[in-house]
């Protein structure tokens, strides 16, 4: 059971692993003039450099890149790619070199100089179900980590769409990073941009939507004022519902958040669509929450989790519900008052309703919704989970044993045809028992 229970260990691990890769190969296609790039369904998220050689600071010390496939759902969806021009774009200093709109980069194209310069085309390329536009974007300042050995990547959830060169052709003069997320599932980015700067309500903007992650302005450390919390990621209802009305409640948060390390929620069953802050500054000042729910949905959440947003929160960037379908229902305050002691955010997925929304119950089944799932009733002559199948014939082991005699003399009939011996099979499991021991080298 230890070496099965290995097995599937690895398998998880393997799935958890496989969302990025380090592309190694770079080290020696980048060295010369040609193509190097992430796999099919893969998009660079940062650049691994080596040692800062000074004026001889050439782009062949760009070894590694980090390829990541695209967020759930779309990480095995095939791409739509198109060449980005470089070519004269980067012979002037400070200068942008960008894919075209909602496209990433998957690769680079240099030629045989060594400056940045000779960088002259890239691979831009989008999951093809995926609009021409991004979900959000923000400057990625790499001025100082690419001026050193290491990585400089964007933050988790956003791919490069570009690099900014700065005030010389050397490779450490690549400044910035152009950082952008993907468009997708109807997502938008509420912005809250001055209207979180003073009393008031901010919400998603429509009644359609609910929040399932923030975006933060720079830690400004002892002045790390809530007003620093600039846009809101707002997106619509499981479908089929995403047109559907909210039904909503004010959630009261004017004394619990004044506590430390303290939760505000929602009431069950209900996702946040916008808070209310008074005229401070700090995270007891976040008064109010508008709680919302699709009209007609219960009041409970199909499943509940905790994401751990302690590093992400603290720098620029937007920070999240990761799992793809669940939506924001909580904040957890820490042990301070400034915005970076947001540390974890409750998520939740909508309990939907599988009996309204696509009857999986057949031939005049009932269907009642439970928790994640639903029950079939099926009507007499009926079985199976959404009762498809008709009523068959049960035969106990006597009556089998008539029909078929052979089975009682030492051997088994599967249904694939195969006879094995009681002998045989007791053997099997004899080898499979010693093979399933823990190793003594593990």
């Known amino acids: 059971m230890m070496f099965l229970t290995l097995l599937a260990l690895m398998g998880v691990l393997d799935i958890c692993s496989s969302q990025c890769r380090t592309a190694t190969d770079w080290g020696r296609s980048f060295d010369k003039k040609g193509w190097s790039n992430c796999g099919n369904t893969e998009y660079v998220t940062g650049f691994y450099r080596n040692t800062n050689r000074g004026n001889n600071d050439q782009i062949y010390l760009l070894e590694h890149a980090k390829c990541c496939k695209a967020p759930t759902p779309n ?174 409640k004010t959630a009261d948060w004017s004394t619990v958040l004044d506590n430390k390390n303290s939760w505000a929620v929602c009431p069950n069953g209900y996702f946040i669509q916008g808070i209310y802050r008074s005229s401070g500054d700090w995270i007891h000042n976040i008064e109010n929450a508008k709680c919302c729910k699709p009209r007609n949905y219960p009041n409970s959440y199909e499943a509940c989790y905790v994401e751990n947003i302690v590093a992400s929160f603290d720098n620029i960037g937007l920070s999240g519900c990761k799992r793809y379908g669940y939506y924001l229902v909580g904040i957890y305050r820490g042990g301070c008052d400034s915005l970076g002691c947001i540390e974890y955010l409750k998520c939740c997925r909508m309990n939907v309703d599988e009996c309204r929304v696509s009857n999986p119950c057949k031939n005049g089944a009932q269907c009642s919704d439970l928790r994640g799932s639903y029950t079939c009733k099926c009507k007499s002559g009926y079985q199976g989970k959404n009762c498809e199948g008709g009523k068959m ?38 080898v499979i028992t010693f093979s399933a021991r823990p190793q003594d080298s593990l």
């Not at 739509?80 to 709109?101: F, K, M, Q």
């Not at 089998?400 to 599967?414: A, C, D, L, M, Y």
């Not at 249904?415 to 499991?429: P, Q, Y």
């Open 393 to 430: 014939a049960q035969l106990d082991c006597r009556q089998r044993e008539k029909e078929n005699p052979k089975s009682r003399h030492g051997q088994r009939q599967f249904s694939t045809g195969i006879r094995m011996t009681d002998k045989l099979i007791n053997t099997m499991l004899t």
């Open 75 to 248: 990480e095995k969806r095939p791409q739509s790619c198109t060449t980005a021009d470089w070519w004269r774009v980067l012979d002037s200093n400070n200068r942008w070199a960008l894919c075209p709109g909602g496209r990433f980069i998957q690769g680079l194209y240099r030629n045989s100089g060594g400056w940045l310069r000779h960088i002259e085309q890239a691979r831009c390329c989008k999951p093809n179900n995926l609009p021409n536009s991004y979900l959000h974007c923000y400057d990625k300042d790499v001025g100082r980590s690419f001026d050193n050995k290491g990585w400089s990547s964007c933050d988790d959830g956003y791919s490069m769409a570009g690099f900014y060169k700065g005030t010389c052709d050397r490779l450490y003069c690549i400044e910035k990073f152009k950082c952008c997320s993907m468009n997708e599932g109807g997502c938008r980015m509420a912005n809250w941009w001055r209207a979180f700067d003073k009393k008031g309500w901010v919400t998603c903007g429509s009644s359609k939507n609910y929040i399932t992650g923030f975006f933060r302005n720079i830690n400004r450390g002892s002045k790390d004022k809530i007003l620093l919390l600039e846009e809101a990621k707002c997106c619509p209802a499981p479908s089929p519902d995403q047109n559907l009305d909210s039904t909503c």
